[in-house]
């Protein structure tokens, strides 16, 4: 029997990215998922929004040399972001030599006939595509996070922060149709999955090329709509586009999670002007007060940079306090890396190392604070969570609820899967610990 092996870096784009290569591996006959050791196939599935994803990937890719030396038949194959940026294919190719497929974001669709090129000549392919107009419907997943599915409602993103490469390796903008986005749902409830995740760079201008023939929000008013006993979570939000209709469509259904991911990236108007942003601290308050108006205490979550050329200590500690001002529920937080061929890699004023790291704990720690608070308040209280796993260390069953706090309980039975009540007795982080009482 054949087996793969996928290793995935970065987000959930990427995660949910690699069960579609899994799916199409499966069409050309490797079975199931085995260890990096036994699989015929390696696929390494890359990221390159930052610098130490791409260490990341180059340093495991190294270490595949010697299975490739000892087992003539593996195939390795590198794709997604890193290996579409400019110039990284050859880098691959020269560093890696024993690479045997290296393809990009825009030709995922295509790696089952490179795979069959790959055996037939038994020479090394590279095969990238600038552009795509097409989504990659028809590609049947394996979907690996039950009781969470992903469904991608765009591809792409056409906002260009000036720091971001993802507009140069993934793209323009595309839509999925939005009759599309919902037979995949509903096709998923009916298989068992309780919870649904919209993906895209930037949901809140779906539909922006006329290609999903709806808003966002009706969108996510009518995934919500489908019959059937699930919640439902999207990601991720742009600030610029956030529109009171998205806050009226989270009230009114409970199935959708009351907690939106507003990346704000930075508190500071100077730094959110060069970060090409086109939104104002102002603005990013003023429509967390509006989603809270309409859910009172909606939880929101962030990503902050810190270190952006030519940020200052005022700039920094602008940012400090919109983590208190916001309230983040959590929030992710970067250091600054610059990626050749965006506009803030050229900037004059790049931040030194030693300043960054310096920023990035005294955020980490003001982050954590939030985190705490919020999490106490969970405290003494019963909250919902959907079971998704048991942590074997810890011998708990595992779950989040719906402002994203991991729950952990005891349970002679397998709950996975269930929407279990807890009542929680401590919190740690951004995990509670208590009693199931349903
Ligand atoms: N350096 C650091 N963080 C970055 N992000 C995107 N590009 C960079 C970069 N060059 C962060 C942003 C974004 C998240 C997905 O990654 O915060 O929201
Ligand atoms: Fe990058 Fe900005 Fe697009 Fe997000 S919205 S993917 S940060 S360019």
Request: with cysteine; glycine share 8%; proline share 3%.
């Amino acid at each position: 029997m054949m087996t793969y092996h996928i290793v995935t870096y970065g987000c959930q784009m990427n995660v949910h990215e690699s069960e579609k290569i899994a799916g199409i591996l499966k069409t050309k006959g490797y079975e199931r998922e085995g260890t990096l050791e036994e699989a015929d196939i390696i696929v390494f599935n890359t990221c390159c929004i930052r610098e130490n994803a791409e260490n990341h990937a180059f340093g495991n890719l190294g270490a595949l040399k010697k299975l490739k030396r000892e087992k003539k038949d593996l195939i390795i194959a590198v794709g997604g972001c890193m290996a579409q940026e400019a110039g990284k294919a050859e880098i691959l190719r020269k560093k890696f030599p024993f690479v045997d497929l290296v393809f990009g974001t825009h030709n995922l669709s295509e790696l089952g006939d490179l795979i069959d090129r790959r055996r037939a000549r038994r020479k090394a392919i590279v095969s990238l595509k600038e552009e795509r107009a097409e989504t990659e419907d028809g590609i049947e997943p394996v979907r690996t996070s039950y009781p969470n599915a992903w469904v991608n409602i765009t591809y792409g993103c056409n906002n260009f922060c000036s720091y971001c490469i993802v507009p140069y390796v993934r793209g323009r903008e595309r839509s999925r149709r939005a009759e599309d986005v919902l037979g995949e749902v509903r096709s998923l409830i009916g298989q068992g999955f309780r919870e649904i995740t919209l993906l895209g760079q930037n949901v809140n201008s779906y539909n922006s090329d006329g290609q999903g023939g709806m808003s966002f929000p009706e969108l996510l008013d009518a995934v919500a709509s489908v019959e059937g006993q699930f919640r439902v979570r999207f990601m991720t939000s742009h600030p610029k586009d956030f529109s009171e209709e998205l806050a009226r469509v989270m009230k009114k259904h409970d199935k959708i999670c009351k907690l939106l991911h507003l990346p704000a990236q930075s508190g500071s108007n100077r730094i959110l002007e060069l970060m090409n942003r086109r939104y104002t601290r102002e603005k990013y308050l003023s429509e967390i007060e509006l989603l809270r108006s309409y859910i009172p205490g909606c939880p929101v979550t962030t990503d902050l940079i810190v270190g952006f050329p030519t940020e200052t200590e005022e700039d920094f500690e602008e940012t400090l306090s919109l983590v208190r001002e916001a309230g983040f529920a959590s929030a992710f937080t970067f250091v600054y890396s610059p990626r050749t061929g965006t506009k803030a890699a050229g900037m004059e004023g790049q931040i030194p190392e030693e300043v960054s790291k310096a920023r990035i704990m005294r955020l980490v720690e003001q982050v954590n604070e939030n985190t705490r608070a919020l999490s106490a308040t969970f405290v003494g209280k019963t909250t919902e969570i959907l079971c998704e796993d048991f942590d074997e260390k810890k011998g708990l069953y595992l779950g989040r609820n719906e402002a994203g706090r991991m729950g952990y309980f005891a349970s002679e039975q397998n709950r996975i899967g269930e929407f279990v009540t807890l009542k929680v007795e401590r919190a740690n982080g951004v995990s509670l610990f208590g009693e199931p009482v349903s």
